[in-house]
Nanobody, 121 residues
Framework: QVQLVESGGGLVQAGGSLRLSCAAS????????MGWYRQAPGKQRELVAV???????NSADSVKGRFTISRDNAKNTVYLQMNSLKPEDTAVYFC???????????????WGRGTQVTVSS
C-alpha cells in the first residue's frame, strides 16, 4: 500500500505564505518524481510544480517566482513553499508521486487526498 498525505493548507491573506508538505509512505522502492497539482472549483486540475529524484524542478508559469518546490528523498517528502499568495491560488492542492513499489516495476502515479488553500483578498 502507498499513501500520500498532504499537510500545511489553510487560510491566508493575499501576499501571505504557506508551506505545504506531502509525505509518501508504504511499499515504496523508488520515487522518480513528486509534485503538486491544484484544482479550483469549476476548473480542471492543473500542474503547479514537479521535482525529480535528482532535483530538477519545473513549475507553472502562473506560480514561477512565487512558489518553490523541494524534496527530501530520505523522507520521501515533497514541499511547496508558497509566497506572495494571490486569491487565484485558492484551490485544493494535491500531492502526486510517480513511484515504483518494487525494483524493476513500472512507475505509477499516486495521489493524495488534497489540502485546501484559501487566499483571501
Amino acid at each position: 500500500q502507498v499513501q500520500l498525505v498532504e499537510s500545511g493548507g489553510g487560510l491566508v491573506q493575499a501576499g501571505g505564505s504557506l508551506r505545504l508538505s506531502c509525505a509518501a509512505s508504504g511499499s515504496i522502492f523508488s520515487i522518480n518524481r513528486m509534485g503538486w497539482y491544484r484544482q479550483a472549483p469549476g476548473k480542471q486540475r492543473e500542474l503547479v510544480a514537479v521535482i525529480t529524484n535528482v532535483g530538477s524542478a519545473n513549475s507553472a508559469d502562473s506560480v514561477k517566482g512565487r512558489f518553490t518546490i523541494s524534496r527530501d528523498n530520505a523522507k520521501n517528502t515533497v514541499y511547496l513553499q508558497m509566497n506572495s499568495l494571490k486569491p487565484e491560488d485558492t484551490a485544493v492542492y494535491f500531492c502526486n508521486a510517480a513511484l515504483q513499489r518494487y525494483s524493476g516495476g513500472v512507475f505509477l502515479d499516486y495521489w493524495g487526498r488534497g489540502t485546501q488553500v484559501t487566499v483571501s483578498s
